[in-house]
C-alpha cells in the first residue's frame, strides 16, 4: 500500500478544480451523461484526480446506460476503499481513493461477468491516461 496523501481544505481548492472538489472533498455527484469520461472508448487507465493513483483500466469498463464511467473491476482492490453511504435514506457503497480518499462514487451489484460489479464513477474524479498504440 502507498502511502497516504492528505492535503489541508485550501491545498485541496488550490489542486482541483470547483467541480472536482464538490465531487472528491465534498462526496457530490456530477449529473447523469455530463461527465467527459462517461463516453470514452479509448484504451488506457483512468486515475485519481486528487493523487494519481491508478483506479481503474479501459478493459473493465462498459457501458451501463447510467451516464457515468462504469467498470465491474479495479485495477487493484488495494487501490480503493467502500465506506457505507447512507445518506438520502438509501444504503450504497461508497468508493474512494484508498491513497488520498476521493471520494470516486458508488459500488453495486448489478454489473456483468465476472464480477456482477458496477463500479459508478464520478468523470470528475478521474484523469484519462491514453495508452500508446503498440
Known amino acids: 500500500m502507498s502511502e497516504k496523501i492528505t492535503k489541508t481544505e485550501n491545498e485541496w481548492k ?3 478544480t470547483d467541480e472536482q472538489f464538490k465531487v472528491c472533498r465534498e462526496k457530490g455527484t456530477e449529473p447523469a451523461f455530463s461527465g467527459k469520461l462517461w ?3 479509448d484504451r488506457g487507465l483512468y486515475h485519481c484526480v486528487g493523487c494519481e493513483e491508478p483506479l481503474f483500466s479501459s478493459i473493465a469498463k462498459f457501458d451501463s446506460g447510467t451516464g457515468w464511467p462504469s467498470f465491474y473491476q479495479p485495477i487493484s482492490p488495494k487501490n480503493i476503499a467502500t465506506e457505507q453511504d ?3 435514506f ?3 457503497t461508497e468508493v474512494l481513493c ?3 480518499d476521493s471520494h470516486l462514487g458508488h459500488v453495486f451489484e448489478d454489473g456483468p461477468a465476472p464480477t456482477g460489479l458496477r463500479y459508478c464513477i464520478n468523470s470528475a474524479s478521474l484523469v484519462f491516461r491514453k495508452s500508446e498504440p503498440k
Open 86 to 88: 447512507t445518506l438520502f
Open 39 to 41: 463516453d470514452c472508448h
Open 14 to 16: 488550490k489542486s482541483l
Open 90 to 92: 438509501m444504503r450504497r
Open 98 to 100: 484508498d491513497k488520498c
